[in-house]
Nanobody, 122 residues
Framework: QVQLVESGGGLVQAGGSLRLSCAAS????????TGWFRQAPGKEREFVAA????????YYADSVKGRFTISRDNAKNTAYLQMNSLKAEDTAVYYC???????????????WGQGTQVTVSS
């Protein structure tokens, strides 16, 4: 069993930056791909970014490409999402998840964190 805890969310002005962290318990973190998803009020959970188990491959939603960077540190059992040039439409609860592959569909992931709120003021 793996538990995930996200942190780093908050309130930021448009154009600003935040770095989200996803800390995993257990010793199996490095076996999994990691994904970041977000869910805004009244909307479905959507894919943001994913990274392979070894960090060699990364994938991004078109809406965040060039602004967000996903990374991981397996020695620290932690994944990150660096978010730059934030926009009001990035406002959502952000979740990290672990899965067997870098899927873009939420249902393919096995473990989820509780989420962290990101609010971007315009």
């Amino acid at each position: 069993q793996v538990q995930l805890v996200e942190s780093g969310g908050g309130l930021v002005q448009a154009g600003g930056s935040l770095r989200l962290s996803c800390a995993a318990s257990g010793r199996t973190f490095s076996r999994y791909a990691t994904g970041w998803f977000r869910q805004a009020p009244g909307k479905e959970r959507e894919f943001v970014a994913a990274i392979s188990w070894n960090g060699a491959s990364t994938y991004y939603a078109d809406s965040v490409k060039g602004r967000f960077t996903i990374s991981r540190d397996n020695a620290k059992n932690t994944a990150y999402l660096q978010m730059n040039s934030l926009k009001a439409e990035d406002t959502a609860v952000y979740y990290c998840a672990l899965g067997s592959h870098t899927y873009s569909r939420a249902r393919e992931y096995d473990y989820w964190g509780q989420g962290t709120q990101v609010t971007v003021s315009s």
